[in-house]
């Protein structure tokens, strides 16, 4: 449990000491969202309708760019292999480095998602329901990218490589996540597509370390 | 199963089997093919656009055999350091990509006279969808190293990790009740197929696996070449220099 709280300082102190990575993300979110309505033009009731899914896609990709740096930096300098070798077991190890992917990336967009969904002419009783399934989805997010970043270790082109591979299995998040806010939108109850979230969070915080382990273990052998 | 896990030994039984189960595809398919185009009645409800069921059902039924097959042999290979299971795992992703996508197409032609329309975003159909994504990444993720063993240990986990999605396709008509017809082979009660149409969708069935295994050991014997003229060409390198 120390272990696990020092990584996740650790890496949140060196997020802080590089600085522009969280902004970079929430930058891109909030840019990528901003092109939409000059993409599909002003109408603020197709906008409305859009707003779930736009808000949900452009914050899985937003994660998705910032998974290449979970493990790749602390591969090259040789820091995931002395990690490897400590006394705490991997999964932990993982799952702290997923924790901290989580609160530079996820809730930076988590803060940011209310501001864009105005924006977007989102329903006012959409809003408490954005908030609660991206707080359910956006750690699973984290924790299945980290399997792929873990998978991709060491690749040729591997930020293409780790879309090809994320994306797939991001789908779930996205469907029950954006269920969930044209349920509350629409009026009716989310609450069945906020469980799915929360069922898919709890099969991914043991299964995914675990797959992640295996990924990085065979990658620095 | 660690006596297969000698190329040797492997490539003997594949020389044993592949003629049989060559042989067998071409019968199975002519007379599924036969069954199913000429001598089986036409549906009450949809004509005769019913015959590409013969072809869509099948094919989904491979899609998801291939990768419960690849699963397997990479779970083999990560836990008994298995040889030969990389080896399978990486054939076996192309021809199951190549069975899903005959799925979906069919299920496309099918559903254009049927449904009206070419695709929708219905449960089944989007985790088929997925699967294909699936079977991309790992033929992608097999050459994405340049030591080929590393391809396959990360493949593998991969697979593994993939595989939540057989189970989600299998269920997806049961638990979303959308557009694509629940399960009517395999249920509670027996078939809900007349055996006239049952008849030639086993023997379709039957004739996909049987060209998925002479495929198989096809490709697993390329693949086993490639490796010997990889070992002999370092051989040469190494011996002039």
Request: glycine share 8%.
């Amino acid at each position: 449990m120390k272990s696990f709280v020092e990584i996740v300082r650790r890496d949140l102190r060196l997020a802080l000491r590089q600085g522009t990575d969280s902004v970079m993300v929430v930058t891109f979110f909030v840019l990528t969202v901003v092109l939409f309505p000059f993409g599909i033009g002003p109408e603020l009731n197709i906008l409305q309708r859009v707003s779930p899914g736009v808000l949900w896609v452009t914050a899985l990709l937003a994660s998705m760019l910032s998974l290449d740096r979970l493990f790749q930096t602390d591969y090259e300098d040789g820091a995931l292999e002395l990690l490897t070798l400590s006394p705490t077991p991997l999964p932990i190890i993982v799952m702290a480095k997923a924790t901290a992917h989580w609160l530079t990336t996820g809730l930076p967009l988590i803060a940011a998602a209310p501001l864009l969904a105005v924006l977007l002419n989102m329903n006012s009783s959409g809003f408490v329901t954005l908030i609660g399934a991206m707080l359910l989805g956006t750690p699973s997010l984290s924790l299945i990218g980290a399997v792929g970043a873990g998978l991709v270790l060491g690749a040729r082109r591997g930020g293409v490589l780790l879309s090809l591979l994320i994306l797939p299995l991001y789908i779930p998040v996205l469907i029950f996540g954006v269920g969930a806010v044209d349920a509350a939108i629409h009026g009716f109850s989310p609450n069945a597509q906020l469980l799915v979230l929360a069922a898919i969070l709890l099969a991914a915080l043991p299964l995914a370390p675990w797959a992640t382990s295996a990924a990085i273990r065979q990658a620095i052998e | 199963m660690h006596r297969f896990a000698n190329p040797a030994r492997f490539l003997r039984l594949a020389a044993l089997v592949l003629p049989w189960s060559g042989g067998l595809t071409v019968v199975l398919l002519g007379a599924g093919l036969y069954f199913a185009l000429v001598a089986s009645p036409p549906d009450y409800q949809q004509g005769d656009t019913v015959r590409i069921m013969y072809i869509h059902v099948p094919a989904a039924w491979m899609g998801l055999f291939c990768y419960t097959t690849m699963a397997v042999a990479s779970a083999t290979a990560l836990i008994w350091k298995h040889p030969l299971a990389d080896v399978i795992a990486k054939a076996s992703a192309p021809v199951g990509a190549g069975f899903t996508f005959l799925c979906l197409l069919t299920g496309a032609l099918w559903g254009k006279p049927m449904w009206g329309t070419w695709w929708a975003w219905d449960a089944r159909l989007t985790s088929m969808l997925i699967l294909l994504f699936l079977y991309f990444g790992h033929m992608a993720l097999v050459n994405a190293f340049d030591d080929p063993t590393r391809g396959a240990k990360a493949a593998a986990i991969l697979a593994l990790a993939g595989f939540v999605n057989v189970p989600v396709i299998k269920f997806s008509v049961d638990w979303w009740k959308t557009l694509h017809q629940p399960a009517s082979v395999v249920k509670m009660g027996g078939p809900a197929i007349d055996a006239s149409m049952m008849l030639p969708l086993l023997l379709m069935a039957l004739g996909f696996t049987t060209y998925f295994v002479s495929v198989l050991i096809l490709r697993v014997r390329a693949e086993i070449a490639g490796a010997k003229i990889r070992a002999i060409r370092l051989m040469q390198v190494h011996g002039q220099g």
